[in-house]
């Protein structure tokens, strides 16, 4: 089954940044060195990540991916 749920820093931190981290090095193939990735635990900060309302989408209970965003703006979407 799929669902999106609220974003629950003590059980989905550690998935988020896997997703992220996997998408990031996809995104960068063919346009960027290798060099210009960074994990999202050292970016999030400066990213400013948590500043933005997030949901996480589940399939099967699995976290597969997440939506971040701001009065303005979707801030990320993986």
Known sequence: ???I???????DWNQIC?????AR????EGSASQDAFIP??????????????IYVSEFND?????VAFDKNEITWLI
Do not use: P, Q, V
């Open 62 to 66: 699995i976290t597969i991916g997440f």
């Open 18 to 22: 896997k997703i992220h981290d996997n």
């Open 25 to 28: 090095i996809i995104e960068l």
């Open 40 to 53: 999202l635990k050292d970016c999030y900060e400066d990213e400013e990540l948590f500043d933005s309302t």
């Open 5 to 11: 749920r609220d974003y629950l820093h003590k059980t």
């Open 1 to 3: 089954m799929f669902a």
